[in-house]
Structure formats: C-alpha cells, structure tokens
C-alpha cells in the first residue's frame, strides 16, 4: 500500500525515517521479533512540540498512529503497517528533584536510564524487571516488578504527566488539572495520549538483598502451595515472585544446574540486613539454588536484560488470580515441564502489599483485589520454533484461564481483542466515557483499545 508521508521531514525537528532510507529495517524492528510491522515512517520526535506536529500530520494525512517508547510490547503495539510510528526514545532525560523525592522523566526513557538516574541519590520508584523496557509503555499499563509490594504499582507514585492529545493539543494533568485524564492514563494504556513526561515519587532505596531460591521441578506442588500462604501474609518490604525457569547456561549459575527445569521465588528486599520474613522464606524446603545477595538496586533491576535481548521470538499471554487454588497449582505442574525452549517461563508477581491498598476505583488499574498478575510465555531465539512456543504458552494460558479472573495485565497481552474489556475490568464503561471526551475519534487505537462511550 502506498502512502505518502512528503511533508514530515519538514513537520517535526526529529529524523523521520522512511522506507526508502538504508537503516529502515533496523528502525521498524521490534523487541518481539515475530511481530513484523512496516509502517509508512518512523518519525525520532525530540519534544513534546514535535509529537504533536507529528500527530496532526498524521490526522491530516489519514496516517494510524502507533506510539513507540521501549518497543517492547509484545504484541508489537510499537508499531503499524502503512503508518506513522512515534518514537520517543530522544526524549529520555531523567531530572531528579532530590529534595522533594521527585523525579521528571521523558517518555521514551528506558527503565535501567531512570534506576541509574535515580540511585544516584538513593532513591528510587518501582518499575518493571528489564531494564531495557520503555518507562511509558510500562507505566500507562500499570508497572509492575520486585518492588510492588513495597512501594505498589509504578502508577501508584505517578503524580503528573505531559500529555499530546488527539488533536496535537498539550496538556499538563495531574490530581487536579484535567483529573479525569489523570485516572485513565494511570492504567489506561496509551488510549488517551502520548505522554511526552511522567513525574514520579521516589523512595528511599539504594541497596537490596535479592536473588532466585529455586527448587526441583518436583517440588512445584509443594513450593507453590507453601508460597501462596507466606506471601499473603509477609511484610510489605519482602517482593518475591514465583516463576518456572530453566536455569540459564552461564554464571552465576553452578554449571551442573545448566538448563535443569526448576521452580523458585524470586525475592527482593529493600536494605542490606535480612529481615526475619526473609531468612524465614530462605529456610523452607530443600533448595538447589539458593541466589539471594545484596546488590545496588540497577544491577537487580538490569539482572535479566541479557537473558531476554531483544530479537527474540515470544509469544506471551497474562491473567489475573485471585486466589491459587489447588487445582490451579496442578495445572501448573503439569504444563512447566511441555515447556518447548529453556527460554520458556511463567511468572507469578504478586499484587498484594502496598498495591493492594489503592481501591479499585481510584486509578484505572481495576484488579487491585486480584492475588497476583501471571505472564505464560514462550520465548526463543531461532523463528522456527514460533510455533511450539507459541502453543505451549496458549495451552498452559487456556488451562489455568478456569481459574482466573476474567481479565489480564494489558501490558501481558497479544492478539485477544475480545479480552480487551476484561482486562480494564468494572473500570471499563468509565474509561471509554474519558476516552470519548479525549479520543473521540479513537485516533491512538494501536493499543488495547478502549473504545469511545458518551453519556
């Protein structure tokens, strides 16, 4: 299909990169490399004034807009056939207010620029567990990683944001200014703008003890039940995710556990003196690993960024839990070990702690009553095996879906359009009447889109 983008290298101060430009492949490339998308031009936008000229170019020509932070979304959101993607990874300065624990951030920031950024003055906000994901994309999904339970959801410490609507106008909201704008965009996707800059709360944190303690695949059962009740009840400071791995072949890893299909928790917490809920969870069972360290909070939060690069085949699929029942752990057992690739895992993160404590109603995250949110995904590098990861992540997904809530983490999805209410929740009918104030012509709709509702 031609369409003709004449006209934008002239629009926006950034470089605009087109299909017929030697670098375009590289430029169009996603993290999701089974997601292949060729849009009309990518545009390197360097401020807010440029985004919105690149959105109204984009209205007056017809252009679908995708807006690009990270890249990666793994059903390839970053981008669209025959548009205009908006990259925002030129703005990603990092201003910290130390004083008032206060960090502004661009859009296109990467979560490991803000973590350095803001461990330099031993403070930090909670984000998501690859460094190399875009704090946008990430954080207008919700945000979660090893800090949810102690300091909640990345949203929850989001206090303001400039914003490029629809029509290219710019907008400041926060708490008061356009409030209504404010609650979507903290859970709501990109469906109501392009944030150009978040403002973040920060917390006291510098160093944490953190690390894998994994077990023997066949003491799954037992782990996951034992998990289960420990984490409902543990102290907010104590992060710790349940995952299915293969233990990756390298260091730190002994090499006699190389590749070996096991279980574990992923533990985090803040401070370099363990504390008793800690030692107490390092204590149960039989471990083969115990991985548990103090680290500087980046190098944790940067830990698993060469296990997945980017260019990989993936194939991902999240819901919500709201209580793990036992049938559901069975489900679980039987379906870690079909896992097709060793890259293959499941991931349990728990959204209890702080995170639990803001009610459902207040931000556009619905699921605060859920348990934890889970990713199934199947992840390689060789494209031939696309296909076995990616029915071995919707099988297993299918299985536990009876024991789900009806809806999952948008930032977990792929191509379930008809899941799309469901993983907004009671808040959806309210997110689609702001959408329709906002976005009434659904111009950002290369999300999971919320469509417009008046009345």
């Known amino acids: 299909m031609a369409v003709s983008t004449e006209g934008l290298e002239s629009a926006v101060k950034g470089r605009v990169v087109t299909r017929g430009h030697g670098d375009y492949d590289e430029a169009r490339a ?31 020509r017809g252009l679908t807009i995708a807006i690009r932070s990270g890249g990666h979304n793994g059903g390839g959101l970053g981008s669209v056939d025959d548009g205009l993607v908006i990259d925002l990874s030129q703005m990603n300065d990092v201003v910290v207010e130390e004083r008032a624990k206060l960090a502004r951030v661009g859009g296109g920031t990467l979560l490991k620029d803000l973590v350095d950024s803001t461990h330099q003055y031993g403070l930090t906000v909670p984000v998501g567990i690859i460094g190399t994901t875009g704090v946008g994309g990430l954080t207008l999904g919700g945000g979660i990683g090893h800090l949810t339970r102690a300091f909640g959801l990345t949203i929850d410490n989001m206090v303001a944001a400039t914003v490029v609507l629809a029509d290219g106008s710019i907008v400041q909201c926060d708490a008061e200014r356009d409030a209504g704008l404010f609650w979507a965009l903290r859970g709501g996707g990109g469906n109501y703008g ?62 006699e556990l190389h590749l070996r299909k096991v279980c574990g928790v ?33 190098a944790w939060n940067s830990a698993f960024d060469a296990l997945y690069p980017a260019g990989e085949q993936w194939y991902w699929r999240g819901d919500f839990v ?82 789900a809530l009806q809806g999952g983490y948008s930032n977990f999805q792929m191509d379930e359009p008809d899941r799309v209410r469901g993983m907004y929740g009671a808040n959806y009918d309210r997110l689609a009447r702001v959408k329709a104030q906002y976005d009434p012509e659904n111009v950002f709709r290369v999300n999971q889109n919320i469509k417009p509702l008046d009345g």
């Not at 289960?228 to 543990?234: E, G, K």
């Open 30 to 60: 996603l993290y999701n490399a089974m997601i292949d998308r060729r849009p009309a031009a990518i545009a390197y936008c360097v401020d807010d004034v440029d985004v919105a000229a690149a959105v109204r170019f984009a209205n007056e």
């Open 194 to 255: 392009v944030v150009t800059q978040f403002s973040f709360r920060l917390h006291p944190a510098s160093t944490v003890l953190a690390g894998p303690v994994f077990y023997d695949l066949d003491d799954a059962e037992a782990v996951m039940r034992w998990y289960r009740d420990f984490i409902a009840d543990a102290p907010d400071e104590l992060g710790g995710w349940f995952a299915f791995v293969s233990v990756p072949p390298g260091p730190p890893f002994p090499e």
């Open 266 to 298: 992923i533990w985090t917490q803040v401070g370099e003196d363990e504390s008793p809920a800690l030692r107490e969870a390092r204590a149960f069972g039989t471990p083969v690993l115990d991985g548990v360290a103090p680290l500087p909070l980046p």
């Open 322 to 403: 709201g209580k793990l029942t036992d049938d559901a752990i069975a489900q679980h057992t039987a379906w870690m070990p079909k896992a097709p690739t060793w890259k293959s895992t499941m991931h349990m993160y728990p959204v209890n702690g702080a995170a639990a404590r803001v009610g459902n109603e207040e931000t556009a995250w619905g699921y605060r009553d859920a348990g934890w949110s889970q990713v199934t995904a199947g992840v390689d590098p060789d494209p031939a095996n696309a296909a076995a990861i990616t029915d071995w992540a919707r099988g297993y997904s299918d299985a536990i879906r009876p024991y």
